[in-house]
């Protein structure tokens, strides 16, 4: 599923400076089995490796949706500002996901078995994508709400919350692509 | 109201029927009743003459110019206090020359000027309406026009009349279709379009050379609607102006507010399909006047956008006046407006791009809308279900002038035409209701020259004579 | 001390209750003064947090806690404000700012059943109140115009004149509940104070699907704007002034009202008539605090009944997947329920009950359950959408008993301004916990009707809260069981008002809050005929279409 905003955020030019000296591409840092999972995601440029695998796993977790640069920038950076040893845990994670084949589905119970110190990350990031919120109590920052993923995701359907429906009435109809069983 | 005295002329008709004689002339004069309402809604006699939650046509509403207010008269049927003693004749002087039955001069907020338009068998048939199908209200309106000097001496009016007013009635132009023929009638006549959209000249006369090219009207703005690509309507389609008539907006192109959603709601939805295109066909061939401000035609402006990323996590500054033009949208806008201006999915709640409302560079429209809302009347208006009332609600109370600079601003650059711009002194002036007018300072020192040069004339002839 | 005021009436509280008590008195000429301890807040700013909110589901977290006015907070952490005494929990959420707690409602404007007032005499349970249905009609009416109240006919709650509104459409969702569940149970849209049309110059539903915590059209009426026509009437409201005590003489008249600015700088106030509209805790809490030497248990109490009979409405509830996409979400939060538990002979034995369908939208819900079940990728994406179309929860809405051991106290530890904070004691009764064993029954047919799977029932023993703050200053007809007689009056100070939900004897089964507005207005009433105000001419526009 694209959705109209999808489309836009993959098509909106990013908000950081062009830096050719130093752009990599994605899919350079992945292994062969990850650049298979998001084979979107191969162009994206990254400023440099930490930040690279920090789109890198986030483009695992997400799935088929598209990385905003803008935002990755922002939850990147209050990711950093919670967690100084963050870019390097995200190397790391990457490591791990290339090296072992990890996907989806199979990254958390690896952890978990693991007892790797790495555990908590993946729903760090996940959070941080899908409600645009990271880090939690006292400590959590508000990045995104409209442009959270978990908005995109029902986006074709539902508006987020605070934002209107439509004209009065506009919801007592069936909507577009409700179906049965 | 009119629905049930539409019923009522059909009862009178009913009834009749059962008598056998002179019945097909009967008929014919409820016919012509009900030709006369029609006539009536067309020329929207009742928005002035009607004061919210009085009586139909029993007067009272103050009609705000720059030499004060007038009040409405009662024109119905009562003979102790409206025109229930009028001739046809004396009907017809009033409503065409601005003449009342009393031989006293209307003053032109009343727009006989197009009027004067309307052919001998409409106002036949208006007369009749207005006699018999109007209920007769006893009672005089609570207050009654008191003008300055020197516009409290209607004679004064002579002299503009006969500046200013064509008795010619309405001349068809045999090289034209039917439909364009139709269309000129009811937008030069009843429909009085100019009377709002034609600019005026210092005495207040209308522009002929100028019609239809837009007028401020103190505080809401009649747009140019010639048929210039760019300024006016040009772009749209006649089928996509006449569904505006009739339902006060269009999609991609915008949305009627203040005194034209008054004009829909009372008067031009009630038209005929037929009449509504014929309005649209003649409007589309008006001649175009260009704004050189119009580079492009107002309702292609701007695009969706956002600054979510200036919002998100940051809280607001501690003097809410200080709030940026950004939180200001996404506190009081961006609900309906949708977060990147894009509105509803059916348009339903407006994008605010590619909208004529910010695609001008007058911006007095995109601030009388914030200070005073979208207001409709009447059944069956704008969404199911919202019959009455804000279909945008007014800011006026909510934002101080300064958070509407800044809003407006922002809204302008970031979805509209960016050489329109909001000051401070505007909203001033708008939330005041308009700037006063010279036109009294103007008059009253004029006469005042004129009566010093006349003195001395008078002083040099008899000098003269008595050498 | 800074400098005095003197005012004729005095209004303790800018919430719902206490701005439409402070209007009534204003547009019919009295000189008004509304003593508010939090600061004033615009809706603006309100959206803004909103959208800004790490807790999005925190109803509290665009509304936070002031040190000079504290209320309750109970996220990320428990603020402690209100000390929790047992043995059940009590984590009343309310709002001590300009406009009060109904900011964040989702505007259920009910009347009660007419039996809700005869609990006693016909089920020999609880109390009955001193009045009946018919007493107070008239005000459920004034009440429901002054708002725009919305509702259908068949809700249980007779009437004489129309609702000023018709109900607002109901969403996709609901339509299909109340087909499938059609004819066993009866789905009925809920009264609510959201406009259906335009009215009070204000729009109708756009769903939002925000009403709690703020509805950003103020399509649904609420406390802010009560206090600015409250304002407009000629009510002056004094913000961030936390009254701490009430002062009396040596007859038992109230005489002044001291309150803390916000440098805790003190001032008095004194009046001729006082009107306590400070929610149902903190105004019990304000007349203990002003316990002296001629009142050692506090104002108002010689009954000793100040704060006791503390009532809520608890909740428990059954979350489940429908077998068809229903997509929650669109249009208000709370559209329809089912009535047909809000009163009958059970009640004998049973507590009686409302079942409320929610349509809040699913969405950040289901997506903090997926993440903390590790769901990511494609998978993720699948589920989110799943739950979000097909994922429906219904709730009880519990009568409880008023009970003299549930109350409001003083503690002995103290806020941020060092006033003793206020104390619960709360226990959920045996009554109450039948009624949601009977619940259980229709929980069970219902997910049933909806073809549902997946069934998460609220955990055992727990109830959630609803905030709905009654019986801590009951009105009844014996002054040695009640606070108040029938028209807010103290039993022990006759120039001493109640409006709040405080004064409710019983509970019901309907969100507090139009009851309060109801009897406000009828108190209102009572003191303008006894003290000769005549009612104005100007302006007396009950928030009719603008």
């Given at each position: 599923m694209t959705t109209d905003s999808a489309i836009a955020a993959i098509t909106e030019t990013s908000a950081r400076p062009f830096n050719p000296g130093r752009r990599l591409l994605l899919g350079a840092l992945l292994s062969a089995s990850a650049a298979a999972l998001v084979p979107w995601a191969l162009a994206e440029p990254v400023d440099n490796a930490e930040q690279g695998a920090f789109l890198g796993v986030s483009a695992l977790l997400v799935g088929r949706l598209a990385l905003e640069p803008g935002l990755a920038q922002r939850l990147y950076d209050a990711l950093v500002a919670q967690n100084a040893q963050f870019p390097t845990q995200a190397s790391a994670l990457l490591a791990q996901i290339n090296e072992r084949g990890l996907t989806a589905a199979t990254l958390q119970p690896a952890l978990d078995e693991a007892q790797s110190p790495l555990a908590p990350l993946p729903r760090q990031i996940a959070g941080a994508w899908f409600l645009g919120i990271v880090g939690s109590g006292e400590n959590a920052v508000c990045v995104a709400y409209e442009e959270a993923l978990n908005a995109t995701i029902v986006g074709d359907i539902l508006k987020p919350p605070s934002y209107a429906d439509g004209a009065y009435g506009s919801w007592a109809t069936k909507p577009e692509g409700a179906g049965h069983g | 109201?009119?629905?049930?005295?539409?019923?009522?002329?059909?009862?009178?008709?009913?009834?009749?029927?059962?008598?056998?004689?002179?019945?097909?002339?009967?008929?014919?004069?409820?016919?012509?009743?009900?030709?006369?309402?029609?006539?009536?809604?067309?020329?929207?006699?009742?928005?002035?003459?009607?004061?919210?939650?009085?009586?139909?046509?029993?007067?009272?509403?103050?009609?705000?110019?720059?030499?004060?207010?007038?009040?409405?008269?009662?024109?119905?049927?009562?003979?102790?206090?409206?025109?229930?003693?009028?001739?046809?004749?004396?009907?017809?002087?009033?409503?065409?020359?601005?003449?009342?039955?009393?031989?006293?001069?209307?003053?032109?907020?009343?727009?006989?000027?197009?009027?004067?338009?309307?052919?001998?068998?409409?106002?036949?048939?208006?007369?009749?309406?207005?006699?018999?199908?109007?209920?007769?209200?006893?009672?005089?309106?609570?207050?009654?026009?008191?003008?300055?000097?020197?516009?409290?001496?209607?004679?004064?009016?002579?002299?503009?009349?006969?500046?200013?007013?064509?008795?010619?009635?309405?001349?068809?132009?045999?090289?034209?279709?039917?439909?364009?023929?139709?269309?000129?009638?009811?937008?030069?006549?009843?429909?009085?379009?100019?009377?709002?959209?034609?600019?005026?000249?210092?005495?207040?006369?209308?522009?002929?050379?100028?019609?239809?090219?837009?007028?401020?009207?103190?505080?809401?703005?009649?747009?140019?609607?010639?048929?210039?690509?760019?300024?006016?309507?040009?772009?749209?389609?006649?089928?996509?102006?006449?569904?505006?008539?009739?339902?006060?907006?269009?999609?991609?192109?915008?949305?009627?507010?203040?005194?034209?959603?008054?004009?829909?709601?009372?008067?031009?939805?009630?038209?005929?399909?037929?009449?509504?295109?014929?309005?649209?066909?003649?409007?589309?061939?008006?001649?175009?006047?260009?704004?050189?401000?119009?580079?492009?035609?107002?309702?292609?402006?701007?695009?969706?956008?956002?600054?979510?990323?200036?919002?998100?996590?940051?809280?607001?500054?501690?003097?809410?006046?200080?709030?940026?033009?950004?939180?200001?949208?996404?506190?009081?806008?961006?609900?309906?407006?949708?977060?990147?201006?894009?509105?509803?999915?059916?348009?339903?709640?407006?994008?605010?791009?590619?909208?004529?409302?910010?695609?001008?560079?007058?911006?007095?429209?995109?601030?009388?809308?914030?200070?005073?809302?979208?207001?409709?009347?009447?059944?069956?208006?704008?969404?199911?279900?919202?019959?009455?009332?804000?279909?945008?609600?007014?800011?006026?109370?909510?934002?101080?002038?300064?958070?509407?600079?800044?809003?407006?601003?922002?809204?302008?650059?970031?979805?509209?035409?960016?050489?329109?711009?909001?000051?401070?002194?505007?909203v001033t002036i708008l939330r005041q209701g308009g700037a006063p007018s010279d036109l009294i300072g103007l008059v009253r020192g004029s006469l005042i020259v004129a009566g010093l040069a006349l003195l001395l004339a008078i002083l040099w002839w008899r000098r003269r004579k008595e050498d | 001390m800074a400098e005095s005021m003197n005012t004729d009436f005095l209004v303790i509280g800018s919430g719902i209750i206490g701005s439409l008590a402070a209007r009534k008195l204003a547009l019919a000429g009295a000189s008004v003064l509304i003593l508010e301890a939090g600061p004033r807040v615009t809706r603006g700013e309100i959206v803004s947090r909103f959208r800004n909110s790490t807790r999005r589901s925190d109803l509290m977290s665009p509304y936070p806690s002031v040190p000079t006015a504290p209320h309750p907070i109970y996220q990320p952490t428990d603020s402690g404000y209100l000390v929790q005494a047992g043995p059940y929990p009590y984590p009343a959420e309310y709002i001590r700012q300009f406009g009060g707690t109904t900011w964040h409602w989702a505007a259920q404007a009910w009347r009660n059943v007419p039996n809700d007032f005869r609990l006693h005499s016909l089920y020999g349970v609880g109390v009955d109140w001193p009045i009946s249905y018919a007493d107070l009609e008239p005000y459920y009416q004034e009440a429901e115009e002054i708002m725009g109240v919305s509702g259908a006919d068949n809700t249980g709650s007779p009437r004489k004149q129309p609702f000023p509104m018709e109900p607002v459409i109901e969403p996709y969702a609901m339509r299909r509940v109340r087909e499938r569940l059609a004819p066993q149970y009866k789905v009925v849209s809920n009264t609510t104070a959201r406009n259906s049309v335009g009215y009070g110059g204000r729009p109708a539903c756009c769903g939002n699907n925000n009403c709690q915590p703020i509805c950003p059209v103020d399509a649904q009426y609420h406390g802010g704007i009560a206090a600015l026509q409250a304002e407009a009437a000629g009510v002056t409201i004094r913000v961030n002034a936390n009254v701490y005590q009430l002062e009396h003489d040596a007859q038992g008249r109230i005489t002044a009202a001291l309150y803390y600015d916000a440098d805790k700088k003190s001032h008095r106030v004194t009046a001729k008539t006082f009107i306590l509209a400070a929610n149902g805790i903190e105004s019990p809490r304000l007349l203990l605090l002003s316990a002296s030497s001629k009142y050692p248990k506090g104002l108002a109490n010689s009954s000793d009944m100040v704060g006791r009979h503390l009532m809520d409405h608890p909740s428990t509830s059954l979350t489940f997947d429908a077998d068809e996409d229903l997509w929650l979400g669109r249009g208000p939060q709370s559209p329809s329920s089912i009535g047909t538990m809000r009163d009958g002979d059970f009640r004998g034995q049973h507590a009686a009950y409302r079942l409320d369908f929610t349509n809040i939208s699913r969405v950040d819900g289901a997506t903090k359950d997926l993440i903390s079940r590790a769901v990511f990728g494609e998978e993720f994406e699948r589920q989110l959408r799943f739950a979000s179309a097909r994922e429906m929860s219904l709730k009880t809405v519990l009568e409880v008993l008023p009970d003299p051991e549930n109350r409001i106290t003083l503690s002995s530890e103290k806020d941020s301004m060092g006033i003793p904070k206020p104390q619960a004691h709360y226990a959920i009764g045996e009554y109450t916990r039948l009624g949601h064993e009977r619940a259980q029954k229709d929980f069970a047919a219902i997910a049933r009707l909806m073809g549902g799977t997946n069934l998460r029932p609220s955990k055992e023993g727990a109830y959630a809260n609803n905030q709905h703050i009654c019986g801590t200053l009951s009105m009844g007809r014996d002054p040695a069981a009640s606070v108040c007689n029938e028209w807010g009056r103290a039993h022990d100070h006759a120039n001493l008002f109640f409006c709040s939900t405080g004064v409710l004897p019983t509970c019901g089964t309907c969100n507090s809050t139009e009851n309060g507005v109801a009897l406000a207005l009828r108190t209102v009433d009572h003191i303008l005929a006894e003290q000769g105000i005549k009612p104005g001419t100007a302006a007396a526009a009950a928030g009719a279409p603008a």
């Open positions: - | 109201m009119s629905a049930r005295f539409a019923w009522r002329g059909l009862l009178l008709s009913a009834g009749l029927l059962l008598s056998s004689q002179g019945h097909a002339a009967d008929v014919d004069a409820a016919a012509q009743i009900e030709r006369g309402r029609y006539l009536a809604t067309a020329g929207d006699c009742i928005a002035c003459h009607t004061v919210a939650g009085g009586k139909p046509m029993a007067g009272g509403l103050a009609v705000d110019t720059p030499i004060g207010p007038i009040i409405a008269s009662n024109i119905t049927p009562s003979k102790s206090h409206g025109i229930g003693n009028y001739s046809l004749a004396q009907f017809s002087s009033a409503v065409r020359h601005g003449v009342r039955a009393d031989g006293a001069h209307l003053y032109p907020a009343m727009p006989y000027t197009a009027y004067a338009k309307v052919t001998d068998e409409d106002m036949a048939a208006m007369y009749a309406w207005f006699m018999q199908g109007v209920a007769p209200v006893n009672a005089a309106p609570e207050r009654s026009t008191r003008l300055p000097f020197p516009f409290n001496i209607r004679l004064s009016m002579l002299a503009w009349n006969w500046l200013f007013l064509d008795k010619e009635p309405f001349k068809g132009d045999p090289a034209k279709s039917v439909e364009w023929n139709r269309g000129a009638y009811l937008v030069q006549g009843l429909g009085h379009c100019g009377t709002c959209h034609t600019p005026r000249n210092a005495l207040m006369g209308e522009q002929a050379s100028k019609q239809l090219g837009g007028a401020g009207l103190g505080t809401w703005s009649a747009p140019n609607i010639t048929s210039d690509v760019n300024s006016g309507i040009g772009s749209w389609s006649q089928h996509d102006l006449a569904a505006y008539l009739r339902t006060g907006r269009s999609a991609r192109h915008g949305q009627a507010a203040g005194p034209m959603a008054e004009a829909i709601d009372h008067s031009l939805r009630h038209l005929t399909p037929n009449d509504l295109d014929a309005i649209a066909l003649y409007i589309k061939s008006v001649p175009a006047l260009r704004d050189p401000n119009d580079s492009k035609p107002v309702t292609q402006w701007g695009q969706a956008g956002d600054r979510l990323a200036e919002l998100r996590g940051v809280p607001l500054p501690k003097d809410l006046n200080r709030m940026s033009g950004a939180q200001l949208y996404d506190a009081h806008c961006a609900s309906c407006h949708q977060a990147r201006g894009q509105g509803s999915f059916d348009g339903s709640l407006p994008p605010l791009f590619h909208n004529s409302t910010t695609g001008r560079s007058n911006t007095n429209n995109l601030v009388m809308a914030m200070l005073d809302g979208v207001r409709r009347q009447g059944a069956g208006v704008g969404s199911a279900g919202n019959t009455d009332g804000y279909l945008m609600p007014a800011f006026r109370q909510t934002l101080s002038s300064e958070q509407l600079v800044s809003l407006g601003n922002y809204v302008q650059q970031l979805y509209g035409n960016p050489a329109g711009k909001v000051t401070l002194e505007q | -």
